[in-house]
């Protein structure tokens, strides 16, 4: 399996704690490939593909921000139209359940990468392997 680490990092909503987190991974040289932030009045998740996850969590955590580390699924479909509602279909039929998502466009390919937590990664991968979707794994997306 190609499972992703994902550094998801507990944020409270107030002026500069955004910009204190990313402060934290530029000045450690750790690369975001790719991110998503959800958030309530009060607080947020911040979800992070970097190029250095343990690197990332361990800085994060050395300057007292709760942190943790995920396991995901990473794939690569065409750019086109109803692609991703063909993922979603082949998702929803096989009955695994899909926590969230997130995606990104390559700079330099015609593709759009997804980023899923779902309840069951061993069976994700092998209904994409099946339909022939790519899977992407951590040096993929860091290559990017």
Avoid: W
Wanted: hydrophobic residues 45%; proline residues 1%; charged residues 25%.
């Amino acid at each position: 399996m190609n499972n992703v680490r994902q550094i998801s990092v507990f944020v409270e909503n107030k002026p500069g704690r955004l910009s204190a987190i990313t402060q934290i991974l530029k000045d450690n040289g750790i690369n975001i490939r790719a991110l998503s932030i959800a958030d309530t009045k009060d607080f947020g998740i911040l979800r992070l593909i970097v190029n250095d996850p343990d690197m990332a969590c361990q800085k994060l955590k050395d300057a007292s921000c709760t942190v943790t580390i995920t396991e995901v699924v990473a794939i690569s479909i065409d750019d086109e139209m109803g692609k991703l509602s063909e993922v979603m279909s082949l998702i929803n039929n096989a009955g695994v359940n899909i926590e969230y998502l997130y995606a990104f466009l390559s700079k330099s390919s015609n593709k759009a990468s997804i980023i899923l937590r779902v309840d069951d990664n061993e069976k994700a991968h092998q209904l994409f392997t099946e339909a022939g979707i790519v899977q992407l794994a951590e040096k993929d997306i860091c290559e990017m």
